[in-house]
């Protein structure tokens, strides 16, 4: 982490990954949750480099679908891969979780730090689903159940909420390290933590939520664990 330098007095600085696009919605949603959550946000892509050790939590946000073989699939035709971004966020993941810094993996981040850690991923879930349609929206549509006593459930005070959705990929097989703390109605794992660590992925899109009390809870834990 950061020096502790005057850390009860600043503001903890949280690493935001994502796509090297000069417009990015959830960065600029991320940025302001994180400020409301009492930290300051820095971002992090391909061109913008920040060192892990300036830092004191993580963000590993959404975007497009992580590459197959990182998760040992074959690359879907018609779909668009970041290399630069996977390899990127890789690393972060690894350096983040070697100084213990508190991380939060939101819907693509949540599947990759699930992929990294042994876990596989459902490709395309789309035809798969028969209670809930997945259809994109950034407002709280589709019902979640959290798991009662887990990490999620005493950060949100809740154990049945509405988010958003915008994946077509999901967590197939959980990493053996992972805890499943939320799912759907379709029984697809909607949020999962790492036990012992401040290690917490979820599915949806809390950042674009962030006029609910409830969602920006989840960036206050992450601020709250990076003091």
């Known amino acids: 982490m950061a020096s502790t330098t005057g850390r009860t007095s600043r503001r903890p600085v949280v690493g935001v990954t994502g796509n090297d696009k000069w417009w990015s919605p959830?960065?600029?949603?991320?940025?302001?949750?994180?400020?409301?959550?009492?930290?300051?946000?820095?971002r992090i892509s391909h061109s913008r480099r920040f060192p892990v050790?300036?830092?004191?939590?993580i963000v590993i946000s959404g975007g497009d679908d992580i590459?197959?073989?990182?998760?040992?699939?074959?690359?879907?035709?018609?779909?668009?891969?970041?290399?630069?971004?996977?390899e990127l966020e890789q690393a972060y993941i690894r350096d983040a979780m070697e100084r213990n810094l508190p991380m939060l993996g939101i819907c693509r981040g949540h599947q990759l730090i699930?992929?990294?850690?042994?876990?596989?991923?459902?490709?395309?879930?789309?035809?798969?689903?028969?209670?809930?349609?997945?259809r994109p929206g950034l407002l709280a549509t589709k019902t979640v159940m959290i798991a009662p006593g887990s990490r999620l459930q005493q950060i949100l005070g809740r154990e049945r909420i509405r988010v958003n959705s915008l994946h077509y990929q999901a967590v197939k097989e959980l990493a053996p390290d992972l805890d499943c703390e939320a799912r759907d109605l379709d029984d697809f794992c909607q949020a999962a933590a790492l036990a012992g660590?401040?290690?917490l992925g979820v599915q949806w899109h809390p950042e674009y939520m962030f006029y609910l009390s409830t969602q920006r809870k989840l960036f206050r834990w992450l601020v709250r664990a990076a003091r």
């Open 67 to 86: 590459h197959p073989t990182i998760f040992g699939e074959e690359a879907q035709p018609q779909t668009f891969y970041d290399h630069d971004r996977d």
């Open 26 to 42: 959830s960065w600029y949603c991320i940025r302001l949750s994180v400020f409301l959550a009492g930290g300051v946000a820095r």
């Open 197 to 199: 660590k401040d290690i």
């Open 53 to 57: 050790d300036a830092l004191d939590a």
């Open 114 to 134: 699930n992929a990294l850690l042994g876990g596989s991923l459902h490709l395309n879930i789309r035809e798969m689903r028969s209670k809930t349609h997945n």
